[in-house]
């Protein structure tokens, strides 16, 4: 048997195939919100920006040139110069992979660990979820930038280990959020059901109660990209997170914090990226809560 099928081919109303038609009522009503869709297009222009990056840019982001140095925008150089004469356009598109690396990187693997704590402990409950939960409650406590300084401070800097501090941090949320989905389906009758079908446990997790825990989920990891994205660029401004010469919006808002009474455009144009991105990243979320929202009917 398949994966597809050990996780499809479960009781009549198996949860999967109760969230399709939520899907889709709900992606009809995501569509006519102008918001997401601004949200969803400056996402989808961050991806193609990075992907197109060496095609639409026609300077190096990392060649100086000191005769260059602090000019405003103009034709050669849209965005203006920066300390050292680096384009800000070049610095700017290419900053969106350092953004997008860590965005993605942390999703990838916070969503999942937190998910698996959660509906470990939901389902078991007991010590086993007491003493996940008090595991969670010290991430949960402490703020998630001062909890990533700690450890990029123990680590070292760098983009990896940054991506490595911040999904220490970010994974608890999600625990958090999968363990009271699991703990409302712990007792229901379809369960009961599967159980006396004689599935088997990882069955159950993962072709039960594994989905209704994701809609939310995705939902929160989407609103938390912005917090994500914030994390990032605190540590690339303090000079913890993407190391010179890569260019990163942290580090950029970082080197043109001592020109911005006089040349403005240095820390503006990377800050302004930060707040767009967050911004994009929210709207699509508030998106996302009507196309998975469980309790739409």
């Known amino acids: 048997m398949s994966l597809t099928n050990w996780l499809t081919d479960e009781l009549p109303g198996t949860a999967w ?9 709900g992606l009809h009503r ?11 297009a400056f996402i ?11 095609w639409i840019t026609q300077v190096d982001p990392n060649a100086q040139d000191l005769m260059s140095r602090l000019q405003a925008g103009s034709a050669q150089h849209w965005f203006g110069t920066d300390q050292l004469g680096r384009d800000l356009w070049s610095r700017l598109v290419y900053g969106t992979r350092a953004t997008l690396v860590i965005v993605f990187l942390v999703a990838l693997l916070s969503a999942p660990i937190g ?9 078991f409950g007991g010590l086993f979820e007491a003493t996940l939960m008090r595991l969670t409650d010290v991430f949960m406590a402490l703020p998630r930038l001062v909890l990533a300084l700690m450890f990029v401070a123990v680590l070292g ?3 990896v280990n940054a991506v490595f501090a911040i999904t220490v941090t970010a994974w608890a949320p999600y625990a958090r959020l999968a363990r009271t989905e699991a703990l409302v389906v ?10 006396v079908a004689g ?10 109660v594994l989905p209704l825990c994701v809609p939310s989920t995705v939902i929160r990891l989407t609103l938390d990209m912005a917090g994500v994205i914030l994390t990032a660029a605190g540590l690339g401004f303090l000079g913890l997170g993407a190391q010179p010469p890569l260019a990163e919006w942290g580090a ?8 911005v009474f006089d040349q403005w455009w240095v820390a503006a144009v990377p800050g302004a990226a930060i707040l767009f991105a967050s911004l994009a990243f929210n709207l699509l979320g508030d998106g996302l809560r009507d196309v998975l929202d469980p309790k739409d009917g």
Do not use: E, N, W
């Open 17 to 25: 195939q109760a969230q399709c038609g939520r899907y889709y009522r």
């Open 30 to 40: 995501a569509f006519q919100s102008p918001m997401t869709l601004i949200g969803a």
């Open 44 to 54: 989808l222009i961050m991806i193609l920006a990075a992907i197109l990056a060496p």
């Open 115 to 123: 998910l698996a704590v959660g509906i470990s402990a939901g389902y």
């Open 157 to 159: 800097p760098g983009l």
């Open 186 to 195: 712990r007792r229901s009758d379809f369960l009961h059901a599967a159980k």
């Open 199 to 208: 599935f088997s446990t990882p069955r159950i997790l993962f072709g039960q």
């Open 252 to 259: 950029m808002v970082a080197g043109g914090r001592s020109y």
